[in-house]
């Protein structure tokens, strides 16, 4: 489906003086020909077509359409779709004309559902007092505006099998008016139905944390991508597998982030323990290097200084006795020897 855009029927306004003349000289000829055919008998014509016209001549104002900024209409005449409103201005076209809209009153967890049957929008109201918002058509607008989408949390299992939560906002907007109404029966919960698609497909790839000998990007080599840690290049990727899926409904996925990101409550308290572990393991494994550095600085310089002569049974007692002062979780309580140093 190829989308036409109307740009020449932008002459609401010259229709709408047109419509209201006209009108006013329906009423003038009914009065004119009332009082002749009262005095004459020649005034039937006349009031004939005057009363013609006050009886049919609502319909051109149903062809009268105000578009705002950032919002298209589609139009169909009798089935067969004739073009869309995109730019701003008042037009008129055919009146049996149709505004068509499947997803006018579908509603997601996301900004920007503008115009639905069930909001108060604003009515516009000539200067003679007639309403301008003919033939239904507000409820029926598309809004060409960036939308965020923000569904659900999903559970999925990553890549090691880890079930984890994860919730993404993805920034859309409509760039074909066409395909987004024909092409797709609605294309909102199209949209939908893609995220959590495409979520899933690239969840499933990444682990939750680093973890070793796991291939991220299809190369065949081992690298350190996981969902915590690249959380930038996981959304773009996101953000790609969206657009490829729903490009055929005239949509443009701008951005996508993630808005939440933890392991499931199911697993949450053995995970955390398992990080916590981990980050023990490795504060003791720098306290140990540190503590055999000070200790191999401290035999050097008693020996460079000849401070003491010590044999290797008294090294090896010096040496426990400072690892454990420093590698020990309390502060130390030394023994003081007063006797002989044998």
Not at 187 to 211: F, G, H, M, T, W
């Amino acid at each position: 489906m190829k989308e036409i855009v109307l740009k020449k029927n932008k002459n609401g306004l010259l229709m709408l003086a047109l419509w209201v003349l006209l009108y006013g000289a329906a009423i003038a000829a009914c009065i004119l020909g009332g009082i002749s055919l009262e005095q004459d008998g020649k005034g039937l014509i006349l009031l004939i077509a005057g009363g013609l016209w006050l009886g049919i001549g609502w319909i051109p104002f149903l062809g009268l359409k105000v578009v705002r900024p950032q919002e298209a209409l589609v139009l169909t005449l009798f089935g067969n779709y004739i073009g869309s409103l995109k730019e701003q201005g008042f037009y008129q076209v055919n009146p049996f004309c149709v505004a068509v809209n499947p997803a006018a009153e579908t509603k997601l967890s996301q900004s920007g559902d503008v115009d639905t049957p069930k909001s108060k929008s604003p009515v516009v109201v000539s200067s003679e007092g007639i309403n301008l918002n003919f033939g239904k058509s507000e409820g029926k607008k598309i809004s060409l505006k960036a939308m965020t989408l923000s569904n659900t949390r999903q559970k999925i299992n990553d890549c090691l099998g880890n079930p984890v939560e994860i919730g993404i906002a993805v920034i859309w907007r409509v760039v074909d008016t066409a395909k987004a109404v024909f092409e797709v029966d609605n294309y909102k919960e199209y949209l939908s139905l893609q995220c959590d698609s495409a979520l899933r497909n690239i969840v499933r790839i990444y682990p939750y944390d680093v973890a070793p000998g796991v291939d991220t990007t299809g190369d065949g080599k081992a690298d350190e991508g996981s969902l915590r840690g690249s959380s930038e290049v996981v959304a773009e990727r996101i953000r790609q597998e969206i657009q490829d899926k729903v490009a055929q409904a005239g949509l443009e996925i701008l951005e996508a982030r993630i808005t939440y990101l933890a392991y499931a409550p199911e697993i949450a308290a053995v995970m955390l323990q398992r990080q916590q572990a981990s980050a023990i393991i490795d504060a003791r494994k720098m306290i140990v290097d540190g503590a055999v550095g000070m200790v191999e600085m401290a035999l050097e310089r008693l020996s460079e200084n000849h401070t003491v002569e010590l044999d290797e049974e008294r090294k090896a007692a010096m040496v426990s006795n400072l690892l454990v002062v420093l590698c020990g979780n309390r502060d130390a309580q030394p023994v003081v020897n007063s006797g002989s140093l044998y």
